[in-house]
């Protein structure tokens, strides 16, 4: 069981956006701390997608996008690829357990 | 730029202790705020943060393992090494090695391993 709650899924046809959403609680996100979304492509390990809530490192085509209010956060993806079809984690600090946590992933379709 | 890549054994047996290195390039363990960290993924599951060490000694453990874990640093040969004792089937998973730059809750995970994938069993 993650400390933070991903969809297992989401699923959108090429061009469309789609977002996924990572709740978490007052120990993490909601206690302001930030949150990193990470993007494993099949058989590859994670690369850093967006960090700090809304950054993304260069290289990071800007149909990325990041927010967070409140205990959640979302990774919208515009213009769906097929290249875009992977895994995505979210991660942030929790306090009360001193360290990093990820979310559960959820793993993008496109149909 | 910046490179990482694990090492260490394939198989391991229930009760054993499992031994990894991370051997780096592009960057130094003495740099302020730098770190390199240890993060798992059992096959078809999700990540799970194990282990940070900084560029000042300071380490970091993930609650639930503390107990079973030691992370070490060697910077004159650009290596940091983490342990696992008493390793059991449940701890099957591809193991990565992370660059992780600012303090605690600012980190940012920006470069990973390969991974090395570790089977325990008899």
């Known amino acids: 069981q993650s400390v933070l709650t991903q969809p297992p899924s989401v699923s959108g046809a090429p061009g469309q956006r789609v977002t996924i959403s990572c709740t978490g609680s007052s120990s993490n996100i909601g206690a302001g701390f930030d949150v990193q979304w990470y993007q494993q492509l099949p058989g590859k390990a994670p690369k850093l997608l967006i960090y700090?809530?809304?950054n993304r490192p260069s290289g990071v085509p800007d149909r990325f996008s990041g927010s967070k209010s409140g205990t959640s956060a979302s990774l919208a993806i515009t213009g769906l690829q097929a290249e875009d079809e992977a895994d995505y984690y979210c991660?942030?600090?929790?306090?009360?357990?001193?360290?990093?946590?990820f979310g559960g992933g959820t793993k993008l379709t496109v149909l | 730029q910046i490179t990482l890549k694990e090492s260490g054994p394939t198989l391991v047996k229930p009760t054993q202790t499992l031994t990894l290195t991370c051997s780096f390039s592009?960057?130094?363990?003495?740099?302020?705020?730098?770190?390199v960290g240890w993060i798992r993924q059992p096959p078809g599951k999700a990540l799970e943060w194990l282990a940070l060490?900084?560029?000042?000694?300071?380490?970091r453990y993930s609650p639930s393992l503390k107990s079973r874990l030691t992370i070490t640093k060697d910077t004159s040969k650009n290596q940091v090494v983490l342990t696992m004792t008493n390793m059991d089937p449940v701890d099957t998973a591809r193991y990565y090695c992370?660059?992780?730059?600012?303090?605690?809750?600012?980190?940012?995970?920006?470069?990973w391993g390969q991974g090395t994938l570790v089977t325990v069993s008899s």
């Open positions: 592009g960057f130094s363990l003495t740099t302020s705020e730098v770190s």
């Open positions: 700090y809530n809304i």
């Open positions: 992370v660059h992780n730059r600012g303090i605690g809750a600012a980190g940012i995970m920006g470069f």
């Open positions: 991660q942030s600090y929790d306090s009360s357990l001193s360290g990093m946590v």
């Open positions: 060490i900084y560029w000042d000694d300071d380490k």
